[in-house]
């Protein structure tokens, strides 16, 4: 046996299915952040509708989730921040190499999240969507991040726990720590959470879903 078959016989290490989480930074925002906090301060104010959902479901804040569904059109920094939103979805439909035919992905949902010192917002999915995403407009120090879970860890039945200093892209929850100005987006079915707000002023977000229509 020669040495080049020793080599061909080698064990091989494929990685399939890949989770990708696509992650910009919105220069073209940044220097509307102050405006889109407002905005968001200003709607939790004055939505008497979000601010009675936000208290009866316990979200430690204020989330125009359930209440105001026109941010673009109440708010000119909002409509400005869609169209980059809209822009950076359509790569990241392309990176993930969909075929979208005569259909096309559209905003379906947007919503503002005002979350206290002390606040989070447990795991969950977005049905009904196909990207989900968050654009962070003021993150304080300490603010807390955004967590994903392995999508296949409910199947992994008998499985060893990982080693803690396993590879990040081995690891059953990953957290990504925003910046104001960071754009994050994610396949809908990925379960996500947002940990504890250790920081002592507000975490404001804005949150979007996108449909295949």
Same mark, same amino acid.
């Given at each position: 046996?020669?040495?080049? !078959?020793?080599? =061909? ?11 990708? /989480?696509? #992650? ?5 925002? $940044? ?5 889109? =906090? ?24 204020? !989330?125009?989730?359930?209440? $105001? ?30 075929? @979208?035919?005569? #259909?096309?992905?559209? $905003? ?12 989070? %917002?447990?795991?969950?999915?977005? &049905? ?11 993150? &304080? ?19 060893? &726990? ?5 590879? #990040? ?10 910046? &104001?100005?960071?754009? @994050?987006?994610?396949?809908?079915? $990925?379960? %996500? ?10 975490? /404001?977000? /804005? ?7």
């Amino acid at each position: 046996m020669t040495d080049d !078959t020793i080599q =061909a016989a080698a064990p091989a290490l494929e990685t399939l299915f890949a989770t990708r /989480i696509y #992650r910009a930074l919105l220069a073209e925002m $940044l220097p509307l952040n102050d405006e889109l =906090a407002a905005c968001c301060r200003s709607a939790s104010e004055d939505d008497a509708a979000g601010q009675k959902w936000s208290a009866k479901n316990g979200y430690p804040g204020y !989330t125009s989730y359930s209440s $105001l569904d026109d941010l673009p059109w109440r708010f000119p920094a909002v409509k400005t921040l869609k169209s980059q939103l809209d822009r950076h979805v359509k790569a990241y439909a392309k990176l993930q190499e969909w075929s @979208l035919g005569d #259909r096309k992905l559209e $905003l379906d949902s947007l919503w503002i999240n005002v979350l206290d010192p002390g606040g989070f %917002h447990g795991s969950h999915i977005h &049905p009904n969507s196909v990207i989900s995403g968050t654009y962070y407009v003021e993150i &304080p120090e300490g603010a807390s991040a955004l967590r994903f879970e392995d999508p296949r860890l409910a199947l992994m039945m008998a499985a060893p &726990p990982r080693k803690p200093k396993a590879a #990040r892209d081995m690891q059953p929850f990953v957290p990504m720590q925003p910046t &104001p100005g960071t754009l @994050l987006l994610w396949e809908s079915w $990925l379960r %996500h959470e947002v940990v504890l707000n250790q920081a002592e002023s507000e975490r /404001i977000s /804005i949150s979007f879903n996108y449909a295949w229509r």
